[in-house]
């Protein structure tokens, strides 16, 4: 018996010996954790008109973006025609989109409160992406419509990510 108390009190010992908690100082501003797209409330999504059910959390099977959070809805369940991406980044600035080649016809927007950057991707036309980006006091936040593949647009892709994006703009992080 005695070895049996020799023992548990080593392990408690051992156990608080090394619970010493995490040595440092938090940086004021930044989060534990980063925001991620997909806490926005599933009855959110669905009063902006988008099927609520989650179309894609993260990204596809073998495919590694440590750089960015990413969550995808589709278009409203009777015309899914088009998806609505929210991409979060601590790593990226608004100025890394502006000079990104790949994107094209910037216009600097105002909805409400709120100052965001729209453009397109140069790999689609017009006509079926638009696409708009904002710094927030932790990163920066994009958001996109994309027709899907065959389907024809219900509405012109830029008005639709400015409403979808507006519709949600509580629930991103603020801006500076």
């Known amino acids: 018996m005695p070895r049996r108390g020799v023992a548990i009190l080593a392990a408690i010992v051992l156990v608080t010996g090394c619970g010493r908690g995490i040595v440092g100082t938090p940086v004021a501003g930044l989060p534990a954790e980063p925001w991620d797209p997909c806490s926005i409330p599933t009855p959110a999504i669905a009063a902006t008109g988008l099927d609520s059910d989650l179309v894609q959390s993260g990204w596809v099977d073998g495919v590694v973006v440590d750089d960015w959070l990413l969550c995808v809805w589709q278009g409203p369940a009777n015309n899914p025609s088009y998806f609505f991406r929210v991409l979060f980044s601590t790593k990226y600035s608004l100025n890394d989109v502006r000079t990104n080649p790949a994107y094209e ?38 958001t996109a419509v994309e027709v899907k593949g065959s389907h024809t647009a219900i509405d012109d892709p830029c008005n639709l990510v400015v409403r979808h994006t507006g519709d949600l703009a509580q629930y991103f992080p603020p801006q500076p």
């Not at 927007?109 to 638009?130: D, F, M, Q």
Request: charged share 25%; glycine share 6%; proline share 3%.
């Open 105 to 142: 016809d910037f216009d600097e927007i105002v909805v409400g409160e709120h100052n965001w950057l729209k453009y397109r991707s140069n790999a689609l036309p017009a006509s079926e992406r638009c696409d708009i980006a904002f710094e927030t006091t932790s990163g920066v936040v994009t």
